[in-house]
T-cell receptor
Framework: KAGVTQTPRYLIKTRGQQVTLSCSPI?????VSWYQQTPGQGLQFLFE???????NKGNFPGRFSGRQFSNSRSEMNVSTLELGDSALYLC??????????????FGEGSRLTVL | QQQVKQSPQSLIVQKGGISIINCAYE??????FPWYQQFPGKGPALLIA?????SEKKEGRFTISFNKSAKQFSLHIMDSQPGDSATYFC???????????FGQGTTLQVKP
């Protein structure tokens, strides 16, 4: 079974630009979550999508947005990039519905550098 | 606001020693406490998890100890090996929203 796939793996942008990151979950998983990882801050929750609906949202500004498609693939977008947005963005999929352990399966991440 | 606090930030242990990482949480409405292990260049992967109705769970060399009254839980790695060198994250899942809140992470280095 293929794991979670994130693209692109690395990207460099300049301040003010926007970026779109893509995530393909494990086949059959309907839940996709996004996390921002920075040194010292650990993993900060961005949002979770389940069956194309945003189910949870973290404390990030509106510049961070996401969506999920009918095939469960997800994208997140960051507009008007700031230097502080430089981070590893992780996508995780889960088979969690209304119950279960909700184990998260993470991709290898997209490393964004903002210059 | 950080609801799960993890310590230490970094840890160096000799091969064969015991590695101990601690976490404390503030919200009592958590129903699941996993630990994730992350190697450089990889995403985190579930290592071991515990529910609050259990005080201890052991899987091989890895043990979670859970103290519900103190709102603390810890990961013990017995007979630590260089291959255990990684970043470890504790987490707590909200019983209300299902959201997983992670600690800040601990970078473990096991010296040969």
């Amino acid at each position: 079974k293929a794991g979670v796939t994130q693209t692109p793996r690395y990207l460099i942008k300049t301040r003010g630009q926007q970026v779109t990151l893509s995530c393909s979950p494990i086949s059959g998983h309907r839940s996709v979550s996004w996390y921002q990882q920075t040194p010292g801050q650990g993993l900060q929750f961005l949002f979770e999508y389940f069956s194309e609906t945003q189910r949870n949202k973290g404390n990030f500004p509106g510049r961070f947005s996401g969506r999920q498609f009918s095939n469960s693939r997800s994208e997140m977008n960051v507009s008007t990039l700031e230097l502080g947005d430089s981070a590893l963005y992780l996508c995780a999929s889960s088979s969690r519905g209304t119950g279960g352990t909700g184990e998260l399966f993470f991709g290898e991440g997209s490393r964004l550098t903002v210059l | 606001q950080q609801q799960v606090k993890q310590s230490p930030q970094s840890l160096i242990v000799q091969k064969g020693g015991i590695s101990i990482i601690n976490c404390a949480y503030e919200n009592t409405a958590f129903d699941y406490f996993p630990w994730y292990q992350q190697f450089p260049g990889k995403g985190p992967a579930l290592l071991i998890a515990i529910r609050p109705d259990v005080s201890e769970k052991k899987e091989g060399r890895f043990t979670i100890s859970f103290n519900k009254s103190a709102k603390q839980f810890s990961l013990h790695i017995m007979d630590s090996q260089p291959g255990d060198s990684a970043t470890y994250f504790c987490a707590a899942r909200s019983a209300n929203t299902g959201k997983l809140i992670f600690g800040q992470g601990t970078t473990l280095q096991v010296k040969p």
